[in-house]
């Protein structure tokens, strides 16, 4: 396999062509640089999650319970958010709750807890948020783009985005 990512792409794009010449290609590069990109960037998001004694997924949770504050979240409500299943949810809640970043509080029909950030949570986002922004490779690869192109990714990004959104089983938009 090449080294260069453009030169692994005309290598995967040619071996397919030869395998499955009948299958129409032309979502490959899109497909293998996001799955790849993705890839990386979690990786390098989680080293820095890690000096918090968490991984990114769970700084995305916590930050989704500061940002939507004003209204009670139920565990179902930010699984369907995060696009999560309960059984992970729920593990998850436990031990961020355990670690005292996350509160549970009985809602006033008394069937579901709402779910809340600590002061000890915010903070830790809140740290975390800057720290990213500092270090993370994806931020600083982004602010080298040209302004036209950091527009043009955000925009076709929030489009794949919104039509993944639209048709995930269970995600909280599916009836939109």
Same mark, same amino acid.
């Given at each position: ?28 590069? %899109? #497909?293998?640089?996001?799955? &790849?990109?993705?890839? +990386? $960037? ?5 080293? !820095? *999650? =890690? ?62 807890? %709402? #779910?809340?950030?600590?002061? &000890?949570?915010?903070? +830790? $986002? ?5 720290? !990213? *922004? =500092? ?42």
């Amino acid at each position: 396999m090449p080294r260069r990512p453009i030169d692994q792409l005309k290598a995967g794009r040619a071996y397919y062509a030869r395998l499955l010449p009948q299958v129409d290609d032309a979502h490959f590069g %899109a #497909l293998w640089h996001l799955f &790849t990109v993705g890839h +990386l $960037v979690t990786t390098d998001l989680d080293s !820095i *999650a =890690r000096r918090y004694h968490c991984s990114f997924a769970d700084l995305d949770l916590l930050a989704t319970l500061g940002i939507d504050e004003e209204r009670e979240m139920r565990a179902t409500d930010l699984a369907s958010t995060l696009y999560l299943s309960n059984a992970v949810i729920s593990t998850r809640i436990a031990r961020l709750e355990r670690n005292g970043l996350v509160q549970r509080r009985r809602r006033k029909d008394r069937r579901a807890y %709402a #779910l809340r950030l600590t002061e &000890t949570g915010r903070a +830790l $986002v809140e740290q975390a948020i800057v720290e !990213i *922004a =500092r270090q993370a490779k994806i931020a600083r690869f982004f602010r080298e783009l040209a302004p036209e192109d950091q527009s043009s990714l955000v925009r076709i990004l929030g489009e794949l985005h919104q039509r993944f959104d639209r048709e995930f089983v269970g995600g909280p938009y599916q009836d939109d």
